[in-house]
């Protein structure tokens, strides 16, 4: 266990910033969860509408550091694939 002032202010600081991170995760996932959720019913109207504040969630995520720049990137290439071809069909 850390024993001075300034380690014990970077452990309390480090859980404050998990604790964070884990909500801003949960956000992420919840938000693309319901958006292949409406893929899957093939609701194309609710999905775009829905798609804007996906993407926007996700590149957060991803200057934030919650995951990869190019794990960002492929799961909005790969919403924007699924979506345009709903729409298509």
């Known amino acids: ?15 404050g910033r998990t604790e964070v991170n884990r909500i801003r995760k949960s956000r992420l ?9 409406l893929l899957e019913a093939k609701d194309a109207k609710a999905a775009t ?3 804007p504040k996906t993407f926007s ?3 957060r995520s ?9 794990t960002a990137a492929r799961y909005k290439s790969r919403i924007t694939l ?3 071809k709903l729409a298509a069909a």
């Open 49 to 51: 509408a829905i798609v």
């Open 29 to 37: 996932r919840h938000q693309i969860r319901s958006l292949r959720r």
């Open 82 to 84: 699924r979506l345009r």
């Open 62 to 70: 991803a200057k934030w550091g919650i995951i990869k720049k190019n």
């Open 1 to 15: 266990m850390a024993n001075t002032v300034s380690s014990l202010k970077r452990v309390r600081i480090t859980e």
């Open 57 to 59: 969630l996700i590149d």
